[in-house]
């Protein structure tokens, strides 16, 4: 399978492990990326959240250099996801800015989450696990934008979705249940309202605990930086103790160990709050 | 003047007994379509469909945090209280997470709705209530202006002189840093060009 691939900055800048696993991941399952030439920002939340028409003139001009060669896109980032979804479905309907060209309504654009999770995907993945994730307990978190709003992921299970939980689980990990699969972390206020976002980050943190999950994995980068900053900085005014954390990774981390990909270990050296710790203690380092 | 309205307790002040704040603008509110005609033209939905179920309310993450629920920022946008929504903080701090939208029985996408209230905002240079979220979102757009995608240290170079909080979040930015999460020279694309004259022309006007 051959797909065009957005990065997004994240997976240029602060998520370069979640860029690399993919990657990784990605080549595996012989999955081909496409990098899209001369991609930019979509925008993310500051585009929609005061630009106006931004909201969808910058990610569609990321789906206009990727119409020129009509390949389906994959996003792993959710915010980046959403906006270029977004920018489909306008296109689709025909409710983009007027000046805005060069769309082609039949290519699609996926969550790396959403392909990976494909039946056919998910049985290639099951028959190359070299090192299952046995005795790793696990919450999927996936966040607001890999599902909300419907109108935009086009997806019915938006408050209990299950595709990053059955990735979980073919990769032998112990996947918990919880009520916190779909709540908000509070990411786009990191900057402007650090003690609104430490408060939400502390509910999810606790429910995590109260799973008893070793780690909570994610697909947004959002979403992990945002707790891991929360966590730090939180340990380090001793607002909680370093036994109150669960370590955030990404799904394709985890797929790395599973697949037996020798880089995991650089990948998790760059996370804030460490999760190599358990992961050794699991025997999966 | 009735005896009760001139007893009556000032804008968020206790009605007494109920431990509910008093609405925004006094107990005589002459309703005003304009506004809701404005909303629902641009957004192309039906606020008029609300019937205060408060589902969106009971979902919003940041519920606590707010001036004005949800639910109520419709009701006052069916009420024509134009000032007031525009003025609130609810607006501001809205974290975009689609919740309400997703819940509302009705189709409203209100989160959709907090975004067209910005915009308004911004167009019409009414202060923020919350200066410094505001100023995170004007510091984001004029990074990618200047590279065509997001370069944290230039960002938030922009967002401490935007606000003055040089100190605020310094540690756990230098961790990130040691981390290789924070880079020097941030990512350029080559048609930086064509990408300006993108934003020039659909950018809302003072964003």
């Given at each position: 399978m051959e797909l065009s691939y957005y990065p997004g900055c994240s997976l240029h800048g602060t998520s370069l492990e979640y860029d690399e696993s993919t990657r990784a991941v990605c080549s595996a399952l012989d999955i081909e990326l496409s990098e899209i030439e001369d991609w930019s920002c979509c925008g993310a939340s500051s585009g929609h959240a005061i630009g106006g028409d931004l909201a969808l003139a910058l990610p569609a001009r990321n789906l206009a250099l990727a119409s020129k060669k009509g390949l389906d896109v994959v996003v792993p980032c959710a915010a980046c996801y959403s906006r270029l979804r977004a920018a489909q479905v306008a296109a689709r309907e025909g409710k983009l800015p007027e000046g805005i060209e060069g769309i082609r309504p039949d290519i699609d654009v996926k969550s790396l989450l959403e392909v990976v999770a494909m039946p056919r995907i998910l049985s290639l993945v099951a028959g190359k696990v070299t090192k299952a994730l046995t005795g790793l307990d696990a919450v999927a978190y996936y966040g607001?934008?890999?599902?909300?709003p419907a109108y935009v992921t086009g997806r019915t299970d938006i408050d209990d979705p299950e595709d990053m939980d059955a990735v979980l689980g073919v990769l032998g990990a112990g996947v918990r249940k919880w009520n916190f699969k779909t709540v908000c972390c509070g990411g786009g206020l990191a900057l402007g309202r650090a003690d609104i976002v430490e408060r939400l980050v502390f509910k999810i943190l606790a429910e995590a605990r109260r799973s008893g999950a070793d780690v909570i994995v994610t697909a947004c980068p959002m979403c992990l930086t945002n707790l891991e900053t929360r966590m730090f900085e939180g340990v380090r005014a001793g607002r909680i103790s370093k036994d109150d954390l669960v370590p955030v990774v990404y799904f394709t981390e985890l797929m790395g160990i599973a697949l037996g990909i020798p880089s995991v270990d650089g990948w998790f050296a760059r996370h804030l709050v460490d999760p190599r710790p358990v992961l050794r203690s699991r025997g999966l380092l | 003047m009735s005896q009760s309205s001139e007893n009556a307790p000032e804008a968020g002040q206790e009605i007494s007994g109920t431990g509910a704040p008093r609405g925004p603008s006094g107990p005589d509110i002459e309703p005003d379509g304009a506004f809701l005609a404005q909303v629902e033209k641009a957004t192309g939905m039906s606020l008029s469909a609300c019937f205060q179920c408060k589902k969106c309310t009971c979902g919003c993450p940041i519920v606590e945090e707010v001036d004005y629920h949800p639910n109520q920022i419709v009701r006052m946008i069916q009420l024509g209280l134009r000032d007031e929504v525009l003025r609130s903080k609810a607006r501001w701090l809205c974290v975009s997470c689609q919740t309400c939208t997703a819940r509302c029985p009705n189709g409203v996408d209100i989160a959709g709705v907090m975004d067209y209230l910005r915009f308004v905002a911004i167009t019409e240079g009414i202060a923020p209530a919350d200066p410094k979220v505001a100023s995170f979102h004007q510091a984001f757009l004029e990074t990618i202006r200047k590279y065509g995608r997001s370069h944290e240290i230039d960002m938030i170079r922009r967002y401490k002189l935007k606000t003055g909080t040089f100190f605020e979040h310094m540690g756990m930015g230098m961790q990130m840093f040691k981390k290789g999460k924070i880079k020097i020279v941030g990512d350029r694309i080559k048609d930086l060009e064509q990408f300006r004259r993108l934003m020039e022309r659909y950018r809302s006007e003072n964003g």
């Open positions: 607001c934008l890999l599902v909300r | -």
